[in-house]
């Protein structure tokens, strides 16, 4: 059985950071490539950021310079450090693996965790 479980949200004041983490287990994800998407009240879920197993990475246009996505595959954990965080980047944000092609579609990942929230205050 999968499992990947964020961690790492909370509440952050607007200028400010998180460290996002998702641990994957029941599955080797070394070779897949992993996304992180996020929905906010009332909106569809929307890409944020992947990452594949060589480094690549593929960013939203929204988090472009402010966001960063890195793995480490012996830990078979994915992060996504968050820096400059504006109120718009309040949302719950969620991990996902694909066993096949990446990108930004949503229905391209097989496995998803439950989500973190993260909340930034103005």
């Known amino acids: 059985q999968v499992h990947m479980v964020e961690s790492g949200g909370g509440l952050v004041q607007a200028g400010g950071s998180l460290r996002l983490s998702c641990a994957a287990s029941?599955?080797?994800?070394?070779?897949?490539?992993m996304g992180w998407f996020r929905q906010a009240p009332g909106k569809e879920r929307e890409f944020v950021a992947a990452v594949r197993w060589t480094g690549d990475t593929l960013y939203a246009d929204s988090v472009k310079g402010r966001f960063t996505a890195s793995r480490d595959n012996a830990k078979n954990t994915v992060y996504l450090q968050m820096r400059s965080l504006k109120p718009e980047d309040t949302a719950v944000y969620y991990c996902a693996a694909t066993s096949g092609s990446w990108g930004m579609h949503s229905a391209l990942y097989d496995y998803w965790g439950r989500g973190t929230q993260v909340t930034v205050s103005s």
């Open positions: 029941g599955r080797t994800f070394s070779s897949y490539p």
